[in-house]
């Protein structure tokens, strides 16, 4: 993959399922903001809106922890090392080694329940 190619697809946002995709389409739409004239409502809208994606991307990168440590379980067949995953998730070979680590902490136990 390119690197501009590559660089796009992270600048692009991934789509929100619960957002109709007509609104998506617009690119001055964001769930609705646009819309609220009362500056007080849009700073609160807006604050439970950071809140809400702030804790679905903790949420996400726990997932993402748990899928590198399993994919570097040594116990399967078809290991990954952490430049294999590092390669796949884009990250630096450092940050893999430490997602693999993190990843190994909630799937034993000492993170959230919930996660596979």
Known sequence: ????????????????LFE?????????????????????ELLARATELTLAFRAATDRAVEFQAVAAAQLADP????????????????WTEDYAK???EFGRELLSGE???GLP
């Open 75 to 90: 116990r399967r067949f078809d290991r990954l090392t952490t430049a294999d995953i590092a390669r796949r998730a884009e």
């Open 111 to 113: 993170g959230l329940a």
């Open 20 to 40: 109709p995709s007509e609104a998506v389409a617009d690119p001055e739409h964001f769930f609705d903001l646009e819309s609220l004239e009362d500056p007080a």
């Open 1 to 16: 993959m390119a690197d501009a190619e590559r660089s796009e697809r992270r600048l692009r946002p991934a789509p929100l």
């Open 98 to 100: 430490k997602m693999v």
